[in-house]
């Protein structure tokens, strides 16, 4: 049997790198092998400036004197070595796998030291979702959902929690009421191809099915990107992106 040959490569900013598939044997499964993503988001420009502003107040978050510079570096995102974290990454239109079921294991939001963990979450439309509180101050959550029910709920104390599922896809802003700096981001996704950027601003999104893929990374401050990859199967492709400091929400 002959060979199959390379697909053509991702369009990127900067660089893409294809792997090309293995011969199949006779008698050998025909379906195509899975592809890869794997990824980076880099900040160009001024960094936002960061003011110190102390909080007091009776409440035990206002006496973190921190927090209000702590919570605008958060919504930056900028890594010390310029990548940006938080930035939400997913091939748009991918719905090979949206009839599959949702993770048996909840995804997990947590209020802690008066900051949500992780700030940007992404999660399967179906998929339980655990929202705990670890302070004792209480917390009031409060999610704009639009395609799904609004979030409102208290939570009073440490080890408090609740589970929500959503069943439509859409980009929801979670906020405390009690404490205006407190903020996240739950992104429902009806399939799995997906991920968050980290420390180093990487990214990968595993088993994707071989063909054109529209690649978006959100991020809350600096917006939106897009990238055309076309894979072939069993490749690894490489995009980069690039969000600079003009591009950021006035």
Known sequence: MSAPGIAGRALVL??????????????EDPT???ATIRGIVRFEGTRPRIIVEPLWGLDPCGQKGFAKAKAVAEQAGINDDGTLRDVFVRATGARE?????????????SVRNCFF???????RAGQRLVVRSEDTTP??????????PVLSFGLSGAGEERTITFASEETIPVKCDRHGWEEAWIHVV???YFDVTRDGGTFEIGDLPPGAHTIEAWHERYGRQERLVTLAPSAMETVEFVFRADEAKK
């Open 97 to 109: 796998a949206s009839r599959a079921e949702s993770p048996a294991e909840p995804a997990r939001l």
């Open 14 to 27: 900067l660089v893409a790198g294809t792997i090309a598939p293995a011969t199949p044997s006779c008698g």
């Open 32 to 34: 195509p092998a899975a």
């Open 139 to 148: 917390h009031a959550v409060h999610g704009s959902a639009r395609a799904n």
């Open 117 to 123: 963990e992780p700030r940007v979450l992404g999660i």
């Open 190 to 192: 009806a399939h799995p």
